[in-house]
T-cell receptor, first 115, second 109 residues
């Protein structure tokens, strides 16, 4: 079975500081990993994905994430946070060991960036 | 290119009433999904359709039915709504990554 854990319900940072949102996963095969962002009263927007290749992936709005197979982690990072980055962030995993396309989502991390 | 569209945006039902949530995508994706989002629980998969003509249960299928009408459309039906089905419902379609609709906020009283 595949699963994702986001250990922090909330992350608070000052504008201009680095932002990190943590994610760990569990799969039986190899993972496809994803980050999504949700602004209030909106659907989820895709930020970035890891499928294969370079462990550091870059995505939308200046976000990046690092795949670490030994630690089964895929933490989302941004070097300098903006107030507009305040939102709900979801990590998701797909286990390529199964022949379906289902994603499992973490419970979400609320990011608040203060001015 | 509208992506994934959902109707309605809001709905209030009384216990025992039925309704159908509509979803359509214009990205020519084979796979489509229905999720519900509840506070602190992330997104939970209700049903999915890997391709036209097939549907499968997800984590929380009880109380719901789905129809994959054609490649574009995937509907979710609540036959007899219960207060526990108060939630925000999202439809998604996918290639590698999933693309989400704007959601339907459903309240069952």
């Amino acid at each position: 079975a595949q699963s994702v854990a986001q250990p922090e319900d909330q992350v608070n940072v000052a504008e201009g500081n680095p932002l990190t949102v943590k994610c760990t996963y569990s799969v039986s095969g190899n993972p496809y990993l994803f980050w999504y962002v949700q602004y209030p009263n909106r659907g989820l927007q895709f930020l970035l994905k890891y499928i294969t290749g370079d462990n550091l992936v870059k995505g939308s709005y200046g976000f990046e994430a690092e795949f670490n197979k030994s630690q089964t982690s895929f933490h989302l990072k941004k070097p300098s946070a903006l107030v507009s980055d305040s939102a709900l962030y979801f990590c998701a995993v797909r286990d390529t060991g199964f022949n379906d396309y289902k994603l499992s989502f973490g419970a979400g991390t609320t990011v608040t960036v203060r001015a | 290119n509208a992506g994934v569209t959902q109707t309605p945006k809001f709905q209030v039902l009384k216990t025992g009433q039925s309704m159908t949530l509509q979803c359509a995508q214009d990205m020519n994706h084979n796979s489509m999904y229905w999720y519900r989002q509840d506070p602190g629980m992330g997104l939970r998969l209700i049903y999915y359709s890997a391709s036209e003509g097939t549907t499968d249960k997800g984590e929380v299928p009880n109380g719901y039915n789905v129809s994959r009408l054609n490649k574009r459309e995937f509907s979710l039906r609540l036959e007899s709504a219960a207060p526990s089905q108060t939630s925000v419902y999202f439809c998604a379609s996918s290639g590698y990554e999933q693309y989400f609709g704007p959601g339907t906020r459903l309240t069952v009283t």
